[in-house]
């Protein structure tokens, strides 16, 4: 699949937004017998290194061991208690339902319409040698747009508009300062809803947790409203979907730009 702009796209990614509900329900069967292994094994999840955790003897030999664990009470009791169709059935079935499920949750908070991509920096300007300035590289969307210019506007007309002559202007932000970043790479939906963000672990309140990542999730739907309005007061971004079903619509279409798409 082509879930970035600057990923080189192929002819079978025109029909990515028709095959990607089905494999998403692969997921989580793809973590239990592969990635799981890659892990343990190469000692990194893809550019993350992974040493901190599995560079222990005791933790790579507790890896195998509830590995083995898990294998027989996930799958080896319900083929023994009911056979081997009915038990590997069940197990395959329960895997899929899971996968589909997490897959869209997850997907839905940064492969969206409106999201922007991050991108390494700063560079150096392109004056010449003896340039010594530094490009600063904004998140843009697929499309090339800059979100936060446009809520920088928002931002800066509505002091402008405010009666009050002693009202400070916007303060700035850098287009790459870290936080700002969360907020233009993430998307909630469900916000502020207590049911979704239980039954999402969180990910309905994707934001809250790129900018909190220690705060327990339970927590998110408390500080949801302080993070949006701080947002709007600095002029950053910040994208809400009313629901899950928006943002997986936005999500489909979004794919379906992407695997159309030559570049950003």
């Known amino acids: 699949m082509r879930m970035h702009p600057l990923h080189s796209p192929s002819w079978y990614h025109k029909y990515q937004h028709l095959y990607a ?67 590997l059935g069940l197990f ?8 589909e499920l997490l897959a869209t949750m997850f997907i839905v908070n940064h492969v969206i319409e409106g999201v922007s991509y991050g991108s390494k920096g700063p560079q150096k300007g392109s004056g010449g040698d003896n340039d010594n300035t530094e490009k600063i590289l904004k998140p843009t969307t697929a499309k090339g747009d800059t979100p936060m210019e ?22 700035y932000v850098p287009y790459n300062d870290w936080a700002a970043v969360q907020c233009q790479t993430s998307v909630n939906w469900s916000p502020g809803s207590w049911f979704w963000n239980h039954f999402s ?23 949801q409203d302080v993070v949006e309005s701080t947002c709007a007061e600095y002029g950053v971004p910040y994208q809400s979907e009313p629901n899950l079903w928006v943002a997986y619509c936005k999500m489909i279409r979004h794919l379906k730009f992407l695997g159309r798409s030559k570049s950003a």
């Open 21 to 87: 509900p089905p494999l998403f329900a692969f997921m989580t069967l793809a973590k239990v017998f592969q990635q799981d292994f890659e892990v343990a094994t190469s000692k990194h999840l893809y550019h993350i290194d992974a040493n901190g955790r599995y560079g222990s003897l005791w933790n790579v030999m507790r890896f195998w061991a509830m590995k083995a664990i898990t294998m027989i009470y996930m799958m080896g009791l319900p083929v023994f208690y009911h056979g081997w169709v009915k038990g």
């Open 92 to 99: 395959v079935l329960g895997h899929l339902v899971c996968g």
């Open 150 to 171: 446009q809520t920088r506007k928002q931002a800066a007309d509505g002091k402008r508009n405010n009666d009050n002559k002693d009202s400070k202007p916007v303060p």
């Open 201 to 223: 672990g969180g990910l309905s309140h994707q934001i809250e947790h790129h900018l909190f990542p220690s705060i327990c999730h339970t927590n998110y739907y408390h500080i």
